[in-house]
Structures are given as C-alpha cells and as structure tokens.
C-alpha cells in the first residue's frame, strides 16, 4: 500500500482530470516555465544570467522559474502542467512516461556522478551488505533511490531488507548528521557538502554506471503546440552549457550562490561530477534505460501491466535537439 500511494503522490496514477491539465501549455501562450534545480547546473547559470528573458523578450513571453529540489518534484510538475521545461534524473523519467505523464526527453543537461551511499565512520557500514537492516534516507522516484536499489541488487538484497526513510536530498541529508537514519543516497550538492564539511562522512559505494544522466523534459503538449518556444529554450540552454564549460570556476561560484553551499563544494560538484559534453539523448540512453526498468516493475514504480522498455524510445527524442545543437 505504501507503493501505490508513493506512485499517486509522484505521478504514477493520474486521474483524466491532471492528464487534460498536462496536455495544455502550461502557464499559457503568454509565459513559459522552467524548473530550475541545484542537481542541474546549465540551469542556474540561465536564471542567474537572464538569458532565457533575453531569448524571449521579442516574443512577449514571459520566463517564470520553479525551484526542483529533486527529479520526485520535477515530475510533479509536470504531471500537474505547472512547468513546460523540468529536470529529472533519466530513469524518473522513465518512470513518470510509463505512468501517462506526457513528457519528452530531446536533451541531456549532464552526465553526473551526482549519487552514492553515504554514511559516517562510526555507524561501521562498510559496504551495501552491511545495509541489511539498516535505516537509509532516499527521496523515492529520484536517482539516489534508483541508485540504492541496483547498489542493494548487487549484494543479493532488495529494498525489503532494509527501511527506506522517504525524505527530500537536503532532510535526508540533515537525518544522517542527527543519527536519525545509518546510511542516505545522497544527491549532489548536499553530498559533496556533508563529504568535505563533516568529519566521518564516508561515500561507501560509489558506482558511476548506476547514474542515470540528467534529462530536460518537455511537455508534449508544449513541443506540439509551441515548437519555436522550446527550440528557443533548447538554444538558450546550448547558450549555458557551451558557457559553463569554458568558465568552470564561474559557473561553480554561481552553483555556490545559488545552493548557498561553499566554494569547494560547488567546485567538487561542478568540476569532477559533471560532464557536459554529451547534450544529445541517443543509443546510451536507451539502452541503460530499458536495462533499468525490470527495476520499476519490480518494486512496483508503474501501473499494473505497465511496459517500461515500450517507453523508452517514446521518451527520448534526439532529432528535435540536433535541429538546434
């Protein structure tokens, strides 16, 4: 029961009611709106720099920014219609497609390390086995909880052999400082925080293969009805990422400002998790997203009779990216 009431609360059951919502516009002919998340760099450079405002400013459109604090929320925006442009990991992608909510992926922001299982010194977890048992905060319907789950595969356990604590990346963050949990799928740049600022603080399973990049997700209904607004905001994000590779410093002070997070967190998160060189969804994609999705029927992630690899070429679509890249 607690699953599928997870799955209502993060876009897997959706009444006709919310699917109607999320086939119009979003904000409106007037406005588009664009999810703005600390996990997704390019987009704090655009909303620090103005240059979405700037693309759009001969159009008489409107730029509204909504914050995402994690892939969970993202969705929820979507699934309502209260973001045209969101940001997610790609297997909550997945995941929200599968479940009807109507978004395409025509580009990648990143290719993070952005998770892995943190704990500290003294609670002696040394490895994904000594989990067992175990209290561990994981945002579900995001890649840490995604994470967690393939690192638990791997050592022959499954979410039932431990107590997933469902709490948002900065409170799961916060829970593992106070002893409240034993190990957190962290999530950069809260991570990358508690890794160089709290003594003890131990990234005990990292496996950069269990990532699963970061996608930009539009509406259908905003790709179909407004294809020049979602090529001017693909254009302005070509902008940002082309930007921040060649000022990595600035593009790591603006991650600080924005995250409140120090400099040497934002360098470590920026600089040595992020690849930015891949923009384009393509072959990779797909074939990491359909190895992954036994996962979301097996922890019960999608409808009943769902098929998650029969979505995934729905999902990804490289040739409206490559008209403007």
């Known amino acids: 029961m607690e699953r599928r009431q997870f799955l209502r609360g993060t876009g897997a059951a959706i009444g006709g009611s919310l699917l109607a919502g999320c086939a119009g516009n979003g904000g409106g002919s007037g406005t588009v709106t664009v999810d703005y998340a600390y996990y997704n760099p390019v987009s704090l ?14 159009a008489d459109t409107d730029v509204e920014w909504v914050l ?4 969970n929320q993202a969705n929820e925006y979507a699934q309502s219609g209260e973001a045209d442009v969101s940001s997610t990991a790609g297997i909550a992608a997945l995941m929200a497609r599968t479940n009807g909510v109507p978004i395409t992926t025509p580009y990648v922001y990143s290719e993070p390390e952005w998770t892995a299982l943190v704990t500290f010194e003294e609670t002696g977890i040394g490895s994904v086995e000594d989990l067992e048992g175990s209290r561990v905060a994981a945002t579900r319907g995001t890649d840490p909880y995604f994470f967690l789950l393939q690192a638990l595969d791997d ?9 997933v604590v469902n709490l948002q990346h900065p409170e799961g963050q916060s829970a593992l400082v106070r002893g409240e949990v034993d190990a957190w799928a962290g999530l950069d740049p809260h991570m990358a925080e508690l890794e160089l600022e709290h003594d003890g603080a131990e990234l005990f399973f990292r496996e950069p293969r269990y990532n699963t990049y970061g996608f930009l997700n539009f509406l259908d209904g905003f790709l179909a009805d407004r294809p020049e607004d979602a090529r001017r905001v693909i254009e302005t994000y070509e902008r940002g990422r082309e930007w921040a590779i060649e000022n990595p410093e600035e593009t790591a002070g603006i991650l600080a400002d924005a995250s409140e997070m120090s400099e040497p967190v934002a360098e470590r998160v920026f600089t040595q998790r992020n690849d930015l060189s891949r ?19 097996r922890e019960g992630l999608v409808t009943e009779d769902a098929d998650p ?16 890249v």
Do not use: M
């Open 45 to 58: 450079v655009l909303r620090e720099k103005g240059w979405l405002e700037e693309a759009f400013a001969d």
């Open 309 to 324: 690899a029969g979505h995934v070429d729905e999902l990804i679509d490289a040739e409206f990216a490559s008209e403007v």
């Open 155 to 163: 050592a022959g356990l499954s979410e039932e052999d431990v107590e």
């Open 279 to 297: 923009p384009i969804p393509g072959d990779p994609h797909r074939e990491l997203l359909t190895n992954l999705s036994p996962i979301l029927e």
């Open 68 to 71: 995402s604090l994690g892939s």
